[in-house]
């Protein structure tokens, strides 16, 4: 079992930068492949980002590439995300979640566990 809860969201301007993190408990979220989604009103939910297990490998949506950047801390249970350059359809309720397993899935449906999400607003 593992619980993540999100934290760093609020309301930024258009070319503005934001942090988000999310905190994991359970003793083996290194083992998990962790991944930030984001779902926007009316809309489905979406990937992001995602980070494997040992921080070696990365994969971002085209969206946010360039822009968003994945990090985490295994030894402190928390994976990041740096969002720079934000743009109004940044706007969302961005969600952490964690998926057994080293493959980086881009489907929500694939992670097992999720955050209660925190919202980004971005104003033009």
């Known amino acids: 079992q593992v619980q993540l809860v999100e934290s760093g969201g609020g309301l930024v301007q258009a070319g503005g930068s934001l942090g988000l993190s999310c905190t994991a408990s359970?003793?083996?979220?290194?083992?998990?492949?962790m991944g930030w989604f984001r779902q926007a009103p009316g809309e489905e939910r979406e990937f992001v980002t995602a980070?494997?297990?040992?921080?070696?490998?990365?994969r971002y949506a085209d969206s946010v590439k360039g822009r968003f950047t994945i990090s985490r801390d295994n030894a402190k249970n928390t994976v990041s995300l740096q969002m720079n350059s934000l743009k109004p359809e940044d706007t969302a309720v961005y969600y952490c979640?964690?998926?057994?397993?080293?493959?980086?899935?881009?489907?929500?449906?694939?992670?097992?566990?999720w955050g209660q999400g925190t919202q980004v607003t971005v104003s033009s």
């Open positions: 359970g003793r083996t979220f290194s083992s998990y492949t």
């Open positions: 979640a964690a998926r057994p397993g080293r493959l980086l899935k881009t489907d929500p449906q694939e992670y097992d566990y």
């Open positions: 980070i494997s297990w040992r921080g070696d490998s990365t």
